[in-house]
């Protein structure tokens, strides 16, 4: 059987700082992952449901999640944040980038640094070690859920992640989200190349008129400023 072709993930991914804001627009909580976990590699923005496991020692549990999961799936492994070991390599890296993972975040290290380079999954974890797992696994069936430090990761969640760290998002709340973040980056988007083509953020804003409303009332923000002239500006 040939492997399943990875699922490329859609240009229109709206990154984190975006996804972000929209969550605090309408008050969804959009969790922040540790920002210790960070990118292997440059990580264009990817998103897609969670498939969280806890790590005992033994990586069956790792293939048997990757057995479950979907084209498109974000890999979650909680290894306790271990810094004594590390708890995926190439072959589990690979494995997953053979089933269509969009990515892997691990709560702990990796090891093969040079090798997942080459097999360039986005990989988010702690770190490296060149020690695999050191404890005899456990009896037990495998746990389908993770956390990473303190925030809790479900399959009824769904994952963003890029450059600027990882966010997780119960999957009700994921569409009006993403639809809202899209327009916030279209708007910073030509905010930018407005200011490249010789217009500032200052002359985008009316910043000289809001200082000279703001100098007869104090307690005018500007925020409100551009919202009472009715401008579609991100600030």
């Known amino acids: 059987m ?3 072709v990875p699922v490329p993930v859609p240009a229109s991914v709206p990154p984190t700082a975006a996804v972000a804001d929209a969550a605090l627009r309408l008050g969804v909580d959009a969790r922040l992952a540790p ?3 960070r990118s292997l590699l440059p990580c264009p923005p990817v998103a897609g449901p969670a498939r969280p496991v806890t790590h005992l020692g033994s990586v069956d549990v790792l293939l048997e999640t990757i057995d479950d999961a979907s084209p498109g799936d974000i890999l979650v492994i909680d290894n306790g944040g271990r810094l004594d070991e590390a708890c995926v390599g190439d072959l589990m ?4 980038e053979r089933a269509g993972l969009a990515a892997m975040i691990v709560w702990g290290l990796h090891r093969d640094t040079a090798q997942l380079r080459e097999i360039g999954l986005p990989v988010f974890s702690l ?4 020690y695999g797992p050191r404890r005899i696994p456990p009896a037990g069936r495998r746990m389908s859920s993770a956390f990473l430090d303190g925030v809790a990761v479900s399959d009824a969640d769904h994952v ?3 450059d600027d760290g990882v966010l997780v998002v119960a999957s009700d709340h994921v569409d009006p989200v993403v639809d809202l973040a ?3 980056q279209r708007v910073e988007t030509a905010q930018a190349e407005r200011m490249r083509a010789g ?3 200052r002359e985008q804003l009316d910043f000289a008129g809001y200082r000279e409303r703001q100098a007869a ?3 005018l923000t500007l925020r409100r400023y551009l919202q009472e002239r009715g401008g579609a500006i991100e600030v």
């Open 199 to 201: 217009s500032s953020l």
């Open 2 to 4: 040939n492997a399943p």
């Open 160 to 162: 963003f992640a890029d």
């Open 217 to 219: 009332d104090p307690e």
């Open 182 to 184: 899209r327009d916030i």
């Open 127 to 130: 770190g490296a070690n060149p």
């Open 93 to 96: 890296v690979l494995e997953a």
């Open 35 to 37: 920002v210790s976990l």
